[in-house]
């Protein structure tokens, strides 16, 4: 086993991916700015709402945000060609991380997976070729790296593609509903949408979706399958990008193919002229103590934590406790209302709170509709009313793929005490 994980092969694969990686990282930077997404994010909002602990954590002030990914995009071309790798991949993680924990209004899961993916970067000799750093003599030019290398990025994706797929079995995705209602909002021609709404195509849709998810890595891995699931990959994740409209992840999505393929078979396709790997020249590596003592107990916290949601009383689909981190991806439509009752405790006046004064719609969408907002906006409730003696009551009611409205939070909870449970499930969030 020792021999398998730390043989060398030829180190193609990895840096074919430092330089799409440094290219897709570059343009989402990028079109963040040109498309207006940080404007509506970061600019135009009063505040956002952060992960719960890192309150502090705000965008910068007046068009301090757009300096802030011309950063990250310019780090992104630094990683694509390898200039002062090591310092342009840490940078790029620590301002990615900022913006992912800083908000939560436009969660996605391949934020999260770009997170990951640049942590791990930062610990891999990805810039040992056709690279800036070899030239200009920063680094030693290998043609190698270790095997546990490949082995890294495919358990991730096959980790990340698991545990989509068990999420997805559940009534609304394989009755075909949610997968319905998503593909009629994806379009106003009157010819998609009328395919969209056909029950054989919803349907087709719901569970090829399931068995894309269990199976490319596994058909990726045999050498017999492969093509037919790169194949299969192009279509899906090009349909997602027509369609679905969510960034560079469908591209990103298809880099990791590169893993699954035989290094030499990468090397012919992207490096020519680079010498064919000798197994007999002896390349040194640094990394198994990172590896075993940092990378692979990481690995296994992404093994848990899409489980922790089991250990919490009721359905995440319902409660969203445990819903982020854990590849539950596009799984539901998620509609509610929401009212603030403000009652003033030394005369019993009960007045209504306007939250549209200082929320974007969008945040207002995802106010009623997710409990760790709803808490956050009362602490936001609290100070503005500091010093005085109220109670804050909450009218919300949600529904699931267009179902019946239900009710969310207990309306007799008062949210001036309620406190927030991090591991564990809030009593105030009732059960469905």
Known sequence: MNQLFFKNIDNSPLIVFRIFFGFLIACESFGAILTGWVNNVFITPKFTFSFIGLNWLQPLPGYGMYFYFIFMGLFGIAIMLGYRYRVAILSYTILWSGVYFMQKTSYNNHYYLLLIISFYMIFLPANQYASIDVKQ???????????????????????????????????????????????????????????????????????????????????????????????????????????????????????????????????????????????????????????????????????????????????????EEGHRLSWRMMLRKRDGFINFKIKNNNTGEMTSYDYHKNLTPKQARNLATKPDFIWQYCQKIKQEYYGKNISIYIDCKNNINNGEFKTLIDPKQDFVKAKWNYFWHNDWILLD
Do not use: C
Not at 153 to 173: C, N, R, S
Not at 220 to 238: D, G, M, P, Y
């Open 137 to 319: 003599q920063r680094v030693h030019k290998q043609n190698s790296m270790p095997y546990w290398v490949n082995l890294l990025f495919i358990i991730q994706v096959a980790i990340v593609y698991f545990y989509a797929a068990i999420a997805k079995f559940y009534p609304d995705w394989l009755n075909g509903t949610f997968t319905r209602i998503l593909l009629a909002e994806t379009t106003s021609n009157e010819f998609f949408l009328a395919l969209f709404s056909n029950k054989y195509f919803y349907l087709f849709i719901a569970y090829a979706g399931i068995l894309f998810d269990l199976l490319i890595v596994p058909l990726l891995l045999f050498k017999k399958t492969r093509t037919i699931a790169l194949v299969a990959s192009l279509i899906f994740h090009l349909f997602n990008a027509i369609f679905l409209q969510i960034g560079i992840f469908p591209f990103f999505a298809l880099t990791f193919s590169l893993f699954f393929y035989p290094p030499e078979k990468i090397r012919k396709l992207f490096f020519k002229s680079k010498p064919v790997f000798n197994e007999s020249v002896a390349e040194n590596h640094n990394g198994k103590q990172i590896l075993l003592f940092f990378l692979l107990p990481f690995l296994f916290i992404q093994l848990l934590l899409p489980l922790r949601h089991h250990l919490i009383e009721g359905d995440v689909l319902w409660t």
